[in-house]
């Protein structure tokens, strides 16, 4: 990816490269062809997956080459603190904790999991979610009990860890850093989604809009369009 964004850079005069390069930031990356599984529809994974207490948003980002090279890295250059984006990226750390542990929260994947759950209207499905808020719940927990400091997005988020999982260890909400700046020509009466559509909570989000808030919003506003720009899901119905 470096590399690309290299390229880019010596055409379109992108800054911040330069800026990794002269610090000595080197990248490392790892292909994972079950990243885009969805795995309600590949039900033995599933399954394997509650077998070993994973659910399938970690289980899919599994990759042995990838964990030993982090284990063997922190062994090695033994970093004063690791930084890990996501609680997907937690499976990657050794067992033996020898530094500080900084996790920075996307979602709280079983209140997530839940909120998938509750809404979802086909029975294989919500059974699937059911399983998944419970695998989610037990990792999640025993996941967040390791790290030394958590950033969430939200002080709705942060009061939620603390009410769900009994977390003692310091929390910090992320400011607010970038700020929506004004637009000088725009479509009228448009809305757009931005987000992949094979990371399901999106799809799921995407399905309930456009079957449950958009239809009233085209009652009260004749015309209104919505667009959608993500990577394809088959298995969405809208």
């Known amino acids: 990816i470096l590399h690309v964004v290299c390229q880019i850079q010596r055409k379109e005069d992108v800054q911040y490269v330069r800026f990794l390069e002269s610090k000595r930031v080197s990248v490392k990356c790892f292909y994972n062809p079950y990243i885009q599984t969805v795995y309600e529809h590949h039900k033995l994974e599933a399954v394997m997956c509650f077998l070993y207490g994973l659910p399938t948003s970690v289980y899919r980002f599994r990759c042995l080459a990838m964990k030993h090279y982090i284990e063997t890295y922190i062994h090695d250059h033994k970093p004063d603190i690791v930084h890990i984006d996501h609680l997907c990226m937690a499976q990657f750390l050794p067992k033996k904790k020898k530094s500080v542990w900084v996790y920075e929260e996307h979602n709280i994947e079983s209140t997530l999991q839940y909120t998938r759950f509750r809404f979802a209207k086909r029975l294989k499905h919500k059974l699937f979610l059911f399983l998944e808020t419970i695998t989610s719940f037990l990792y999640e927990a025993n996941v967040l009990s390791r790290f030394n400091h958590i950033f969430t997005i939200s002080g709705l988020d942060k ?35 931005v987000g992949t559509l094979l990371w399901e909570p999106n799809a799921d ?3 309930w809009f456009c079957y449950e808030v958009f239809p009233l919003i085209q009652r009260s506003v004749p015309g209104a369009i919505l667009d959608i720009v993500g990577e394809e899901n088959p298995y969405l119905h809208v």
Not at 165 to 173: C, M, N, Q
Not at 174 to 193: E, Q
């Open 205 to 207: 989000a995407i399905e």
């Open 159 to 193: 009061q939620r860890l603390k009410e769900l999982y009994g977390v003692k260890i310091p929390v910090t909400v992320w400011p607010l850093i970038f700020l929506p700046k004004g637009v000088s020509k725009r479509k009228g009466n448009t809305l757009l989604f």
